[in-house]
Structure formats: structure tokens, C-alpha cells
């Protein structure tokens, strides 16, 4: 059901106001962002729809199809469930000025959760769209990215990075994001003409907020108190000597190697050359494995299966822990490549397709 329709039979009126945001998948770059380092991502097809209407008293009343029902007081105080994104938004939408007593919200969304595509920041966005139109308020797309990662951070309790929020805000269809997460400067990438990046869920999930996320943005901070420096942006593997500890040590080894894996990506995308580029995504994949450890049984196989069968390119993708791979193909394997991870990999299943020729041609 769309979100309108949700609003409608939920609430018995019709919202004022209807927004929606895409999730992403980030092609490599992965545990970058809070490192003030670079990342790659794309939109996938798959949104979260947000519909709303003001309410005269100060009550939250949301209906997400997935979360389900929830009323809360207007206010500042969290409670661990998906309303702290609205309460969250609405507090921010109050410091630009725009006061809203109270809120009719109703949620449909397509993006599976907690799988490393990103529903979350698609949340944010989608709200704070929707909300300005309600209000009559412009922001622009950095501003609303910058505003979901606060939420992000002060309401939900996970200290991320700003790919996702710059990503569901700012990127299109079929054009890859290329962003700087120190100085937020993007550069649009078209995506492989004959390669398709193939999504794929492993079939476990996770919750960000949960801890091991924070727990490795921790261990970074670790690492740049060690070697003195602002972010691991500045370090170089040479650098790392000074560190004794082995998992700190592992930990900014993934990152720096990371940052360097995609610049060269960006470049081999610009080349059109996808066997340069899925090398430096397997490369991705152990490091983020054996350094980083957010990897899993379930991810190392569906990757190892894509290797088996002809893919240029596999690696978990987004914060790890469970969640989804992105695997590149030639476009005539693509089918095959499929097939044989959802045969090998029982609880695996196919989420999107990412190509020139398949991309949807509209955004939102
Ligand atoms: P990811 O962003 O990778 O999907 P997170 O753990 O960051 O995973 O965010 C998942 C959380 O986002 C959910 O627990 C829920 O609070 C919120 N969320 C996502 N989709 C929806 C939805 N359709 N309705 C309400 N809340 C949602
Ligand atoms: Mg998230």
C-alpha cells in the first residue's frame, strides 16, 4: 500500500502533504564517511513514502505498515522506537523556525531494514520533505542531509557518517555519488554501460543503533588519538607502525586501505574498466572481513559463490554485521551469477538490479 492510501484508512481523512526518499547501496567505501574519508554510493529503486497532516494538540500519531501504530507526546525525549525519527524531525524543523504542534504520519516503505541499504536515512529524508512542503519551507539537499544525520545521532543513538543522508537526498538514478565526506564536494559518475551491479540480502539484518557500529567508529577514534591527527583521512599504512594494539591497528589499516580502494574505483569507473573495478571490491570485502570483522558466515559465502561463477566484483555492503552484498557482473552472466548464489545460499535473496539499462528512469 502507498502512503497515501495507509494515511486515508488510518487517519479517515487525506494527508496534506506526501513525500518519499530512495535507499542506497555504496558500491565501496565502506566505514569511510565517519573518517572524514570517500565513498561511492547509487540509489536503488526500492523508498520509503511519507504522508502527513498537522494536528491541533501536540500528539505524534504515526501508522507505519512495518513498525506499526505509535502516539507520543510532541517533545524531545527518545524511546527506541521508529516515532524518535518524527519527534526528531519535528524538534529540528522547530529550530529553522518552522513550529508543528503536532503530527498525523503514516509510513509505507520498500527498502528491507537493518540490511545496509540505508531505510533509516531514507526515513529522515523522506520526513523532512515532507514537512517542508507542509509548511512551505525550502532546505536544500545538503541541509536536509545534514539535519537526518543529527537526527540520526541525537535521537537514534547511532554516531554515523554522512553518506546515507547525502545519498537518499542528493543522488540520481543510473549516476553514481562520488562524495568527499570531509568537505561534503560531490561529483556525479555514470554507472558501467555492460556491467550490472547485482543486489543481494543475505537473509540476517541488524540494528545499527544496537552498538557494534558505534563500537567501530570508537575504535577509529582510537587510532587518531594514537597517531595524532584529526581523522583517519590523514593517516598512511606506513603511519600505523606506532599502533600496538593489533585491532586498532587492524581497524585503521581497513579504513586507509579503504580510502584508497576508491579513489582508484572512481577512476576505473570513469574508464569503464569493471575488472579493475570488482578487484578493489573483492579487496573490499577481505579487508572489511579480516580488519574491519563486520563481516559474516552468510556474506563470505554469497560473495564467494559470485567469485565462483564469473562476477567480477563481490562485497558486503553497507555497515555490515548481516544485511546485503553487491556484486558485480557482466551483463550476460548476470542471470546465471543469480541463480546460483539464491541456489547455494538458501536464505539469500535477490533485492535489485543496478545498470544503465535497467536503472528507473525518473527520480523521485
Ligand atoms: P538501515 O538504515 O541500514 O536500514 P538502521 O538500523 O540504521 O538500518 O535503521 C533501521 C531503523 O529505521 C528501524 O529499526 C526503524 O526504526 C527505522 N525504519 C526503517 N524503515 C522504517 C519504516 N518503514 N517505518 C518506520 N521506521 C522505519
Ligand atoms: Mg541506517
Not at 536503488?44 to 502527513?52: A, F, P
Not at 563481516?295 to 554469497?302: A, D, G, V
Request: some cysteine.
Amino acid at each position: 500500500m502507498n502512503s497515501q492510501s495507509l494515511f486515508k484508512q488510518h487517519f479517515q481523512h487525506s494527508a496534506v502533504s506526501s513525500s518519499e526518499a530512495h535507499g542506497r547501496v555504496n558500491l565501496i567505501g565502506e566505514h569511510t564517511d565517519y573518517n572524514k574519508g570517500f565513498v561511492l554510493p547509487t540509489l536503488i529503486e526500492q523508498k520509503i513514502e511519507v504522508s502527513l497532516s498537522p494536528r491541533l494538540d501536540s500528539k505524534i500519531v504515526g501508522i507505519s505498515e512495518e513498525f506499526g501504530e505509535k502516539t507520543v507526546i510532541s517533545d524531545s525525549n527518545t524511546d527506541g522506537t521508529w516515532i524518535d525519527f518524527v519527534r526528531g524531525a519535528l524538534y529540528y524543523m522547530a529550530k529553522e523556525g518552522q513550529l508543528i504542534k503536532g503530527l498525523n504520519i503514516a509510513v509505507a516503505s520498500s527498502i528491507p531494514t537493518g540490511s545496509g541499504l540505508s531505510s533509516s536515512a531514507a526515513l529522515e529524508i523522506a520526513i523532512l520533505r515532507a514537512l517542508c512542503q507542509m509548511v512551505g519551507y525550502e532546505l536544500s539537499s545538503t541541509k536536509i542531509a545534514k539535519i537526518g544525520q543529527l537526527i540520526e545521532h541525537n535521537f537514534i543513538g547511532t554516531f554515523c557518517g554522512i553518506m546515507d543522508q547525502m545519498s537518499s537526498s542528493k543522488s540520481k538514478f543510473g549516476q553514481v555519488l562520488f562524495l568527499d565526506c570531509e568537505n561534503l564536494n560531490t561529483e556525479i559518475v555514470p554507472i558501467f554501460e555492460d556491467y550490472t551491479f547485482i543486489i543481494i540480502h543475505s537473509g540476517s539484518t541488524r540494528k545499527l543503533s544496537e552498538g557494534l557500529y558505534n563500537e567501530r567508529k570508537r575504535e577509529t577514534e582510537i587510532a587518531t588519538k594514537f597517531l595524532s591527527i584529526s581523522s583517519l583521512r590523514y593517516a598512511e599504512i606506513s603511519d600505523l607502525n606506532i599502533i600496538k594494539d593489533p585491532k586498532i591497528f587492524r581497524r585503521a589499516r581497513h579504513v586507509i586501505t579503504e580510502n584508497d580502494r576508491v579513489l582508484k574505483a572512481v577512476q576505473f569507473l570513469k574508464d569503464n574498466n569493471a575488472q579493475a573495478f570488482g578487484n578493489l571490491m573483492n579487496e573490499s570485502h577481505i579487508s572489511m572481513d579480516k580488519d574491519y570483522e563486520i563481516s559474516s558466515p552468510e556474506l563470505n559465502h554469497i560473495v564467494k559463490t559470485a567469485q565462483s561463477y564469473g562476477a567480477l566484483g563481490a562485497r558486503l555492503t553497507g555497515a555490515g554485521f548481516g544485511g546485503c552484498t553487491v556484486v558485480l557482473s557482466s551483463n550476460n552472466r548476470r542471470d546465471n551469477i543469480i541463480k546460483k548464489i539464491l541456489e547455494h545460499c538458501p536464505k539469500s535473496y535477490l533485492v535489485t538490479n543496478i545498470g544503465q539499462n535497467i536503472a528507473p528512469s525518473k527520480n523521485e
